[in-house]
């Protein structure tokens, strides 16, 4: 065990971010705590930063590597993509050290951590652009009595390529991906759920896995324009109820968008310009 000490890491394009590493005492498992991967996404630094403090001289099995700020390019602009090359820094992993900044950090995030870790806890939020129900988001499901451990909505995240977790999961072990907040700001209670889970988590605790495994169905932009959801967060659903409009810049209606399958609203977009293929409703169908 020892006590927490931050150091500054430079990585592609020159960006510094905090790291820290802690040694838990006991052989066990290495987990890497990431967050901001998207730079409006607010509770999980804190959650992390947090869970170090209190991880730090206790006792557990293996050890610990802190990456709360995961892309500091796009966290110092408030935005979700880095500002540099307008990359989506989870959609590009394992990376490419010859892409642009966006690949190019990737690859060096896997390479210094990810390729030392055996399990990893990626913490994402709504962020300006989407309203989430708090999900812990697992692949397999000999992980799903630790994402139980959040006590948020369980989820069967999709197999998405490029996104951290998922790639994680394929090549180095259990992987979890969180939403937590939306509207880029930081959610003090999620905050204090996902710091304490983190805790618990790292020093082994697992938790029964209660209520249903969501899947998620999409429902996405066919045109662009001007979107409202007429959705709420945790709404049950059913096939062909209206969830949404979609209105030319001009205001005469393009048309209403129905849900395609009976479900739970997992996640809608916030944001009223839409472009074709866009995210506008995230349905949650139980398994
Ligand atoms: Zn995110």
Sequence with gaps: MSDAAWRQERGPGGAATPVCEIDGGSPGPTWLLSAAIHGDEYEGPEAIRRAVRELSGMKFPGRVIALPVANPMAYAAGVRCTP??????????????????????ADWLWRTFAARADRLIDLHAGGAFFEFDPVAGF??????????????????????????SHEFRQRRGSAFGLELGFGGTRDE???????????????GET?????????????????????????RRGQEIKKGDVVGVMHRLDGTLISEIRSPIAGRVLAFRRVASAQPGDLLVGIGVPE
């Design 84 to 105: 540099e090359d307008r990359g989506n820094l989870n959609r590009v992993f394992p990376g490419d050290a010859n892409g642009s900044v966006t690949p190019q950090w």
């Design 139 to 164: 692949y397999e499901d000999v992980d799903a009595p630790m994402a139980a451990v959040f006590g948020f909505t369980l989820w069967r995240a999709p197999p998405t390529p490029g996104v951290f």
């Design 207 to 231: 938790a029964p896995v209660h209520g249903p495994i969501y899947s998620n169905h999409d429902i996405s932009a066919l045109h662009g324009g001007e979107w409202s959801s007429r959705c």
């Design 189 to 203: 209670k999620l905050t204090d759920t996902a710091h304490r889970a983190i805790v618990r988590l790292v020093r």
